[in-house]
């Protein structure tokens, strides 16, 4: 019988939570050097050599803050990668990541939250105090709570000596829109903006033109054949799933769908409500972040974030999230056709 992903509850003790802030799988190797500055966009170079800036600013803190045990802490270095999708701005987060001290943390904006809101802010505060970096990758300012939640952290690690780099999550749409990442930021970080240097990514941005057709979903029964033919891998009813991610903290996705091979969803449709399509997009991340094809039957993948939610405050995530089912989508057509 088909393992099923409603069958799995897993635990992560509050210990681990912070270990497991790491880059996804696919940036392990990455590094200054493996980033190749596009010609014509000379921002790409110059964000490049102040990466590298960041990282050695990171290690001399690091060192300083040995040197000055017993007394104040220096205050840690802030660096924002402010550009659109697809210019290597995680490329560069991960990069950094990789040169710098133990301990260290990476994580989405979105991660982060929901670390903070597992452990508690004190906790969270205390876990993270003795970091030389924290990376936060996507960083967003759609929701105010979040936004003030995490500003309110960086404040508290930063004093601490905690260096952080954040880079941006702003999806073009508008001319310019990209341009205000930075203002915005500093804004809402106001107390840290001093500490932040804003550095600027240009470059062409895959996303900038419309989202490529969704495959078409396959029969319920080809669905559970193959499902059935693919060693590891999971077959779930779509509503059952959902109702499934509403028992589970959204800090457990990632160990939930760890080690599976493919993930295959019966009888796909538009998301109910915004709760269940916010835990999709969580999902949507991790499965991203582990390689994990998608199959489905029923509704198209674009089609599970309806235009309503598309018109509104989380429009980012529901692109971001429907961009990266329809890559996983693809890896799913491609084992088909190779099989």
């Not at 590094?31 to 596009?38: G, T």
């Not at 915005?184 to 001093?194: C, G, M, P, V, Y």
Request: charged share 25%; proline share 6%.
């Amino acid at each position: 019988m088909t393992a099923r992903l409603v069958d799995r509850t897993p635990v992560i003790p509050a210990d681990q939570l912070v270990a497991q802030m790491v880059p996804p799988a696919m940036f392990n190797e990455v590094s200054f050097d493996s980033y190749i500055p596009d010609p014509a966009e000379p921002s790409q170079a110059a964000a490049v050599n102040a990466a590298r800036e960041f990282a050695q600013a990171v290690a001399r803190n690091r060192n300083g803050r040995k040197k000055l045990f017993g007394k104040k802490n220096t205050v840690g270095a802030g660096l924002y990668l402010d550009g659109g999708f697809g210019v290597g701005k995680t490329h560069l987060l991960a990069s950094i990541y990789h040169a710098v001290p133990e301990p260290k943390a990476f994580g989405t904006f979105v991660e982060l939250t929901h670390v903070v809101g597992a452990l508690g802010f004190m906790k969270a505060v205390e876990e993270l105090s003795g970091h030389s970096v924290l990376c936060i990758d996507e960083f967003e300012l759609d929701d105010p709570g979040d936004t003030m939640l995490v500003s309110r952290l960086l404040t508290e690690l930063s004093a601490r000596g905690v260096s952080i780099v954040a880079t941006s999550n702003t999806l073009p749409g508008q001319l310019g829109e990209g341009r205000f990442a930075a203002q915005d930021f500093l804004r809402e970080i106001r107390k840290l903006a001093s500490v932040f240097e804003a550095v600027r990514v240009d470059g062409p941005d895959y996303r900038h033109r419309d989202l490529p057709p969704a495959p078409q979903p396959i029969s319920s029964e080809e669905l559970e054949e193959r499902a059935a033919h693919t060693d590891g891998a999971t077959l779930d009813d779509f509503d059952e799933l959902c109702k499934h991610l509403s028992t589970l903290h959204p800090s457990r996705y990632g160990k939930l769908v760890e080690g599976i091979p493919a993930v295959f969803l019966k009888d796909v449709h538009p998301a109910q409500d915004q709760a269940v399509a916010l835990r999709l997009v969580v999902l949507a991340d991790r499965l991203y972040d582990a390689s994990i094809p998608v199959i489905v039957s029923g509704a198209k993948l674009d089609e599970i974030f309806t235009e309503e939610m598309l018109a509104g405050g989380y429009r980012k995530k529901y692109l971001r999230a429907t961009s990266r089912l329809l890559a996983l989508s693809r890896f799913g057509e491609q084992a088909r056709t190779t099989g």
